[in-house]
Every structure is written in structure tokens, then in C-alpha cells.
């Protein structure tokens, strides 16, 4: 009788054990396709952003005869880092 008892609450037990780890996984899954997603939205941004910055200084090169200081001191300085 009394090992009927045991082993009716360790497999209680054991039920319960494995619905938590099925809800822990499936947290786990939910939490990943998050971040994936977020890294993949964050890439198309920093891509985005790598050609706006492209396209900004292209335009300041055409705009290298100006008289403009600012300009003519962006020049100078990536000048001098290549």
C-alpha cells in the first residue's frame, strides 16, 4: 500500500516535471523566433542606414567646390584618414 502511494506521486511528480519543461521550451521557441525576427528587422536596418550614410557622403562630394566650412573641413578629414 504504502509503495502504491510512493509511486503514485512520483509519477505525479514526474507528469508535472515534464508539462514544465514543455511550457519552459516552448517559452524558449517563442523567445527565439523573437530575437530572430528582431535581428532580422535590425539587419534591414543597419543596411539601410550603410547606404543612407553612402548616399549623404556622396553628396557631400559633389558639393566638394562649396565655399562652405563644414563641408570643406568633412573633406579634409576623411581625406586624411585614407
Request: aromatic share 8%; with cysteine; glycine share 2%.
Amino acid at each position: 500500500e504504502q509503495r502504491k502511494k510512493f509511486l503514485e506521486r512520483n509519477r505525479v511528480a514526474a507528469y508535472k516535471c515534464r508539462q514544465k519543461k514543455k511550457k519552459w521550451m516552448k517559452n524558449l521557441e517563442t523567445h527565439a523566433e523573437y530575437t530572430a525576427n528582431q535581428n532580422k528587422e535590425l539587419q534591414m536596418m543597419v543596411a539601410q542606414l550603410r547606404e543612407e550614410s553612402m548616399f549623404l557622403r556622396n553628396q557631400l562630394l559633389t558639393h566638394g567646390h562649396c565655399d562652405c566650412y563644414s563641408v570643406q573641413a568633412y573633406l579634409r578629414q576623411s581625406s586624411a584618414q585614407l
